[in-house]
Each structure stands twice: as structure tokens, then as C-alpha cells.
């Protein structure tokens, strides 16, 4: 059975994880891009956080998601990011003025794409 990550127990996770909550009305931000407001469940970050520790606290990288979404963005048996989560990855990157090329070429290099 996988332990559970105590950074997901963490006060400050619970504070963080409620201020995105907040900001996107508890809703899911993938069904709302599709016009289905449907409450959001759970908090993603959008750069895995396991690989871009330096953005694991930014409210920038996280978004409120449903269970399902979420699921939608991993392969739970690799651990990699789905096409989906990629095309999230990419629309935060140029909203951000993030360097994409830096961004897939530290995920090819750990595997994670």
C-alpha cells in the first residue's frame, strides 16, 4: 500500500490548498473550461511538484480540479503527465512567461513525459 505524503498533511499545504480553493470558487477548472460547473475536489500542481520543488508553495501552480479531472492529468502507473496534463503544463507556461523548453527538457530528463 503507498504511504501517504505527509506534505499533503501539512498545515501550510492546508492553507495554501484553501487559498486555491478559494480563488477558483470551488470549482473545477477543467469541467469550467468546458462550461460544466461542477465543485472541485482537489488541488493539482500543475508543475509536479516531486520535480519542481521550487514552485510546490506558489498558488500560481496549483489549480482546483474533481477527482476525475485530476486522474485525467496522470498515468498512475507510470507517474507521467497525460496529454492533457502536458496541455496544462504548456497554457501555464505562456501565461506565466515560463520557459517551456526548460520545463520539457527537465521532465524528459526525469522521465516524467
Aim: glycine share 4%.
Amino acid at each position: 500500500m503507498k504511504q501517504a505524503d505527509p506534505f499533503y498533511k501539512s498545515a501550510r499545504w492546508e492553507r495554501l490548498r484553501c487559498q486555491a480553493m478559494k480563488r477558483d470558487g470551488y470549482m473545477c477548472q477543467q469541467s469550467k473550461r468546458y462550461g460544466r460547473m461542477v465543485s472541485a475536489e482537489v488541488v493539482h500542481h500543475i508543475l509536479p511538484r516531486e520535480y519542481f520543488p521550487e514552485c510546490q508553495w506558489s498558488l500560481w501552480n496549483l489549480v482546483s480540479l474533481t477527482s476525475k479531472e485530476h486522474d485525467r492529468l496522470h498515468d498512475r502507473v507510470t507517474g507521467r503527465l497525460t496529454d492533457e496534463g502536458m496541455r496544462l503544463v504548456k497554457r501555464l507556461a505562456l501565461d506565466r512567461g515560463l520557459d517551456l523548453n526548460k520545463i520539457e527538457k527537465k521532465m524528459n530528463d526525469r522521465n516524467i513525459l
